[in-house]
């Protein structure tokens, strides 16, 4: 029997607020969709790499570099979404149904490839339903009260209690900072489809918080890289020149 494959695949919307065109930014001679492509690739944690986009010309782009695009619809709400959207379609395409599906972030074009192979091995502990990532961080750190730095606390078989933008827990460190990669399973990503926007996600403004307050389990596995997100243009100044181990 064939074995069921798992999908990295890459939200990347053409539109935004604060950087239109993100996707196609120029990051050292490379479009950072192409980047992002290229890490997830090199991982060899999936069955294929896959590019769900709202916008043709981030399709072509993905498609003159050799990888695959599936278009979706300008209404996802999140990239959570799309992602699903785009295993619909690829399951109707290929006739084969997933096993898991990582949801890698389009923004973070120095995404490391042990982090995509460590969220492979997360979702497929027995239970596992979501999963994500989390870098230990420093006193000292200039992230501890950045909003846009969100934080996580696990419980002591490191599953997620909460996520904050805020510094928690309270005292003395250690603290973990959230990366923002996600696993689910196939039947997980169907059921999170299925849930409404929660008060304390509207509170924090972060997704995960609605699966949380509906009683779903997320692993959180710790990483020791740093992957910068490029937010805004004025990022792509700060990004230091590729230099990738795998």
């Not at 001679?29 to 090199?42: D, I, K, N």
Request: hydrophobic letters at 40%; glycine letters at 8%.
């Amino acid at each position: 029997m064939m074995e069921r494959p798992v999908l990295g695949i890459i939200p990347a919307r053409f539109g935004s607020t604060r950087f239109p065109g993100k996707p196609l930014a120029d990051v050292f001679g490379t479009p950072m969709v192409v980047r992002v492509m290229e890490r997830a690739q090199a991982s060899g944690a999936f069955a294929e790499v896959l590019v769900a986009t709202d916008d043709r010309r981030i399709a072509e782009v993905v498609e003159r570099h050799g990888g695959q695009a599936v278009m979706t619809s300008e209404s996802c709400p999140n990239g959570t979404a799309r992602c699903h959207e785009a295993v619909l379609a690829w399951e109707a395409d290929t006739g084969r149904t997933v096993e898991a599906v990582v949801n890698v972030q389009g923004d973070e074009p120095y995404v490391h490839p042990e982090q995509l192979r460590d969220l492979v091995r997360l979702i497929r502990k027995p239970g596992a339903a979501v999963a994500t990532l989390a870098k230990p961080m420093a006193p000292e750190s200039p992230g501890l009260h950045d909003p846009n730095r969100v934080k996580v606390v696990c419980d002591a078989k490191g599953r997620a209690l909460y996520f904050s933008r805020s510094a928690i827990p309270h005292g003395a460190g250690p603290w973990n900072k959230h990366i923002g990669l996600y696993a689910f399973t196939r039947t997980a990503l169907e059921a999170l489809m299925e849930l409404h926007p929660t008060p304390l996600e509207s509170r924090e403004r972060l997704e995960q918080l609605r699966w949380l307050e509906c009683g779903w389990r997320i692993d959180v596995g710790l990483t020791p890289h740093e992957t910068p997100a490029v937010d805004a243009p004025e990022d792509l100044a700060q990004l230091p020149p590729p230099n990738f181990e795998s």
